[in-house]
């Protein structure tokens, strides 16, 4: 690591951090640089996503649920998303109060999320803080978000595991259990269980979970205001196997490990002629197909590893046509299966990488993007994910 910064952020420098998550919010060149810088360390927090209807005592729950966790001598970071309020001038009141419960323990981050105007930009910049703070180190993430309704933010895109919370008293009200969250939910807690109507929200709970197929997630009663259940909850988080659906699995450690040569993309005049040259080595054509967006004729030879494409231009205002008049017969593209494109491709638009389309699929069903070969030393890059 050269980057003065993204060191004192590993050594543990707390205002180095916070200067690093205000700057990615603000989408600051200089602080994403230092979520880069940081790659290699990415993919050692649990990050779990905390979610509920209003005020069903979410932040008091994260609270207990961060002082548990550092009585087990972990650090934390709380990432408070709030799609209702705006930045003002810099931090928001809440954050403040927070900190005073947790004052002076670097081992508790604590950042409250806001809208900055721009869509999309609170899901971005939720996600890209959630990163750095799992690749300076910390033991867990806890992102608190408001439950149902709350499109903006997709926390089970987000976490590693979604614990969502309910209370007594929602009555009838079962809609926001409906509304989509049963299906996210890696554990249920049932929060003010000293309050009258605790056992009836978990009687509709388990009905309504028997409805659905698969194993129950746990259910944990707790009183977030006196700490019990805490510890309980905190125990069936770290039994809980975290999915690696998340967003966090853009780690570069993640990518490079399943990276893998795909194919290589030759533009030729005329197939028949080509062909038999690659017959002639023991290869034959597994596909040939004609790819009418791009003006192509494809034709796919496998071979023990890899594939090559040969690409011959269908029309004569086929991109393949402009290549051959341009630079002659040869290698026209590079593909390289990635395990998650789009996780690659957020890591290289953090990395100001230019991309020549949105991913987009392809005719085998598998999704593909280009990258410009001014960032990869001059060919043409293809990233595939293959179809599940
Ligand atoms: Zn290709």
């Known amino acids: 690591m050269r980057n003065a910064w993204a060191l004192r952020i590993r050594d543990g420098?707390?205002?180095?951090?916070?200067?690093?998550?205000?700057?990615?919010?603000?989408?600051?060149?200089?602080?994403?640089?230092?979520?880069?810088?940081?790659?290699?360390?990415?993919?050692?927090?649990?990050?779990?996503?905390?979610?509920?209807?209003?005020?069903?005592?979410?932040?008091?729950?994260?609270?207990?649920?961060?002082?548990?966790?550092?009585?087990?001598?972990?650090?934390?970071?709380?990432?408070a998303v709030d799609p209702s309020s705006r930045v003002t001038g810099g931090a928001i009141l809440g954050d403040r109060i927070r900190m005073q419960q947790h004052h002076a323990d670097p081992g508790i981050f604590i950042r409250s999320m806001a809208t900055r105007g721009e869509a999309g930009g609170l899901a971005r910049a939720t996600a890209d803080v959630a990163r750095l703070m799992d690749r300076a180190g910390k033991d867990y993430v806890l992102i608190e978000t408001v439950g149902a309704g709350q499109?903006?933010?997709?926390?089970?895109?987000?976490?590693?595991?979604?614990?969502?919370?309910?209370?007594?008293?929602?009555?009838?009200?079962?809609?926001?259990?409906?509304?989509?969250?049963?299906?996210?939910?890696?554990?249920?807690?049932?929060?003010?269980?000293?309050?009258?109507?605790?056992?009836?929200?978990?009687?509709?709970?388990?009905?309504?979970?028997?409805?659905?197929?698969g194993t129950e997630p746990p259910v944990?009663?707790?009183?977030?205001t006196e700490g019990s259940g805490v510890a309980e909850l905190l125990d069936a988080i770290e039994k809980e196997e975290p999915e690696k659906t998340g967003a966090l699995r853009s780690c570069a450690s993640d990518l490079r490990a399943g990276v893998a040569i795909d194919h290589l993309g030759i533009a030729v005049e005329s197939l028949a002629t080509t062909i038999p040259f690659y017959e002639s080595l023991g290869l034959q054509v597994g596909r040939r197909e004609t790819v009418t967006s791009e003006k192509v004729n494809v034709a796919m030879l496998p071979a023990a590893d890899a594939r090559i494409e040969l690409l011959e231009p269908s029309a004569p205002d086929s991109p393949i046509s402009h290549f051959l008049t341009k630079r002659g017969p040869g290698l026209h593209h590079l593909a390289l299966r990635v395990p998650d494109l789009n996780?690659?491709?957020?890591?290289?638009?953090?990395?100001?990488?230019?991309?020549?389309?949105?991913?987009?699929?392809?005719?085998?069903?598998?999704i593909y993007v280009f990258v410009h070969p001014a960032s990869t030393g001059g060919v043409l890059l293809e990233l595939i994910q293959e179809s599940k």
């Not at 989408?27 to 990050?47: K, Q, S």
């Not at 944990?220 to 977030?224: P, S």
């Not at 990488?353 to 005719?363: D, F, Q, S, T």
């Open 13 to 79: 420098d707390a205002r180095a951090l916070a200067r690093a998550a205000t700057g990615i919010e603000n989408r600051d060149r200089e602080a994403l640089d230092v979520l880069r810088e940081l790659a290699p360390f990415a993919g050692h927090a649990r990050i779990v996503g905390i979610t509920g209807p209003p005020g069903a005592g979410k932040s008091t729950l994260i609270d207990s649920l961060a002082a548990a966790i550092r009585e087990r001598k972990k650090t934390v970071a709380v990432l």
């Open 343 to 366: 996780a690659a491709v957020e890591q290289l638009r953090t990395s100001g990488v230019r991309l020549l389309n949105e991913p987009r699929a392809g005719a085998g069903g598998h």
């Open 220 to 224: 944990i009663r707790t009183v977030a």
């Open 151 to 213: 499109d903006e933010i997709d926390i089970s895109e987000l976490a590693q595991i979604t614990v969502v919370v309910l209370v007594p008293g929602m009555g009838d009200d079962v809609q926001v259990i409906k509304a989509g969250i049963m299906e996210i939910a890696s554990i249920f807690v049932i929060n003010k269980a000293d309050q009258p109507g605790a056992d009836r929200v978990e009687q509709e709970l388990h009905a309504a979970l028997g409805l659905a197929s």
